[in-house]
């Protein structure tokens, strides 16, 4: 998120999914199906909630893994097909796929599903009902991979090793609109939007979609592996846990102590709306990310630390890696981040400043409008089911010395450490104030940017995309 910090605004969104109104200070006016947990009166006088994890888009979650006994003949069978090899992202987006993220989308999207997604932010299943797809999942070809395939009906991907990954099934070639794709996808076509130009700018004048066949699971063998848990995975984990509710919280940043606080008070409110064991989905983005953005694996570091040194509480908190590449495209793309975690068992997500923003690539100043994201979750269609929770700036009290809740009528109170500001600190082997940051964390932090060894002419590189 664009803004690090945070708690719950009083808002008049319409709220989503529940069937028993009720007003609560810190989320929009959620309605609750009825099953009596004995709230406490004092609070809530009426709540009942009900347990059990949402259903998945479409009312279960998409298989395209093969089954094991059939990946030999797969594999034979792709060697037999006309190829197309995956760039670093798109090979993140047949993970993506692969494991039901994008529920029900059974593979890289056709023209009517590309259009959909980018004129309506939805797709209409065949019952009539809409489910939420704000951005488009295609692989782009050229020409000449487009004359290779000729009449074929299926072809073969394989990765940067000549590996087969999956087969492309019942496959319909057709137009790239690229400057289409990217005005309504980032709503400008201003050049340095990093996806655009890794993804879409060089890339082939045509789309391939298709029903997607995947050989094995995607594996990175990166030490990151055992986070990596697919949204069957995460279900079974969260009922393992016994979860009446579960929360996600999507970042790419470090945590400090007010992403912390948030989470932890987010609970809090959860319980005190009847929820008996709510349990928290940490769900860093793991795919592509802009090259000054902290890279994987030290922020997966980074957030052991913040486990291990109790910020969070291990035995409610669920941390795994979200496999999507990252847009930047605001309030468009945190549809699709919001969307994803509903597969993954989510029935509420929170949302920040500027979710899913960046700064504007030519000019000073911020790409989208900050309350935006907010906004658009409260009404965008197919995210009916998902309660949203917005929450407000946190920044660092200084007479209380730890990240609290902005209190306007004493602003001169509070210091707000940016994340620029944050890694000035860290590069320059800086501590930030007490309790911004727990201290393995930050150590982690600045081990990280040391690791930055400077070049022959004194500059230190940029960071490598995670």
Not at 60 to 86: C, F, G, M, N, T
Not at 319 to 347: C, D, L
Not at 351 to 364: F, I, L
Request: charge should be neutral; include cysteine.
């Amino acid at each position: 998120m664009a803004s690090m910090a945070t708690f719950f605004s009083k808002t008049s969104y319409t709220s989503h999914s529940l069937t028993k109104n009720f007003e609560t200070h810190y989320a929009p006016s959620f309605r609750v199906n009825v099953t009596s947990l004995g709230a406490k009166k004092k609070a809530y006088p009426r709540l009942r909630v009900s347990g059990g994890l949402i259903e998945p888009d479409g009312g279960k979650l998409v298989k395209l893994l093969v089954e094991e006994s059939q990946r030999d003949s797969k594999k034979r069978e792709a060697l037999s097909l006309p190829r197309i090899k995956l760039s670093r992202i798109d090979f993140e987006w047949v993970h993506v796929l692969s494991e039901g993220w994008a529920s029900p989308l059974p593979g890289f999207m056709k023209e009517s599903e590309f259009l959909q997604t980018l004129h309506f932010n939805s797709l209409r299943l065949s019952d009539g009902s809409l489910v939420n797809m704000s951005v488009p999942i295609v692989l782009a070809i050229d020409d000449s991979q487009k004359h290779r395939i000729g009449e074929s009906t299926k072809v073969a991907l394989f990765d940067s090793r000549d590996n087969p990954v999956a087969i492309l099934n019942d496959i319909e070639i057709y137009k790239h609109p690229k400057e289409e794709r990217i005005a309504r996808t980032w709503g400008t076509t201003a050049p340095g939007l990093p996806y655009v130009e890794n993804a879409i700018t060089h890339a082939g004048d045509w789309l391939i979609g298709g029903d997607l066949e995947v050989i094995e699971p995607i594996k990175y063998h990166d030490g990151l592996d055992r986070f990596r848990m697919s949204p069957a995975e995460l279900r079974e984990e969260f009922t393992r846990r016994n979860a009446d509710a579960v929360f996600a919280f999507q970042l790419r940043n470090p945590v400090h102590n007010g992403h912390a606080l948030l989470m932890t008070d987010t609970r809090k409110r959860l319980l005190e709306m009847g929820y008996k064991n709510p349990v928290l989905l940490l769900h860093p983005l793991g795919g592509y990310t802009k090259a000054d953005d902290v890279p994987l694996d030290w922020r997966m570091k980074q957030h052991e630390k913040v486990l291990e040194d109790g910020v969070l509480d291990p035995e409610t908190t669920v941390v795994s890696i979200f496999p999507s590449p990252m847009h930047y495209a605001g309030p468009t793309e945190v549809q699709w981040h919001a969307k994803a975690r509903i597969n993954a068992g989510a029935n509420f997500y929170i949302v920040g400043r500027d979710p899913a923003g960046m700064g504007h690539p030519v000019e000073k100043r911020d790409l989208y409008d900050a309350d935006h994201g907010k906004k658009v979750l409260s009404m965008a269609p197919g995210l009916e089911r998902l309660n949203i929770l917005p929450f407000k700036v946190a920044a660092y009290d200084k007479t209380q010395g730890k990240m609290a809740f902005f209190d306007p009528s004493r602003a001169q109170d509070f210091l707000f450490i940016s994340g620029t500001k944050m890694r000035t600190l860290a590069r320059n082997k800086e501590n930030p104030p007490n309790g911004f940051m727990c201290p393995g964390g930050w150590k982690v932090l600045v081990e990280y940017y040391d690791s930055l060894v400077p070049s022959d002419n004194g500059r230190v590189p940029e960071a490598v995309p995670a």
